[in-house]
């Protein structure tokens, strides 16, 4: 797709990822702070993101997983269904682009995968109260994803690759979330 935007690495920002994560690993403070809410965070914060963001990002490279203009927000509060599309349009729209930026494909579908646990309207609780996709669900999600990144640009995906970019995409939008909700 044409742009105007700057292009940069997606290393980048995981780069800045990493380091605002870092900040809090075995932070004591924090979970100090999350004991006296009555909440356990202490494994969360011992947990090395740093690590492991720079060891799915290898493997995403390693697999050739593909880049793209990526929302970071696909739930579905954020998609719309056109009722009478015109003739070329497309009938499903995203919207809420505030976080686009480039990033591996992968991410985006599994945050997809991931953003079904949550239920963001809900002020008492935002976990959601159904089961999450089945892995049949996800890769019949990725086998048709992939017919359509095909057909838009002539490049011949599988579906099983989607999906092992999904997979580790998921483990990216955990991080993501994590990072918005501690920094």
Known sequence: MPTQREKKPVQLY?????????????????????????????????????????RVTDRLESIGGKKGWCIHDVQFMNTMAKNSPKEGERKIVLIDFEL??????????????LQKMFQWFDEENKIATCRPYTEEEKKHFCEEYAKQ??????????????FMESELGFMLAITFEIHNMLC
């Open 14 to 54: 995981y780069d800045a990822v990493a380091r605002e994560l870092a900040r809090y690993h075995k932070m004591e403070k924090l979970k100090r702070l999350a004991s006296e809410g009555g909440v356990n965070m202490d494994d969360l914060v011992d947990y090395d993101f740093v690590s492991s963001i720079r």
């Open 100 to 113: 686009v930026f480039k990033n591996y494909r992968g991410f985006d579908i599994g945050g997809h995968f």
């Open 149 to 162: 990144w095909n057909e838009k640009t002539g490049d011949s995906d599988t579906g099983e690759q989607v």
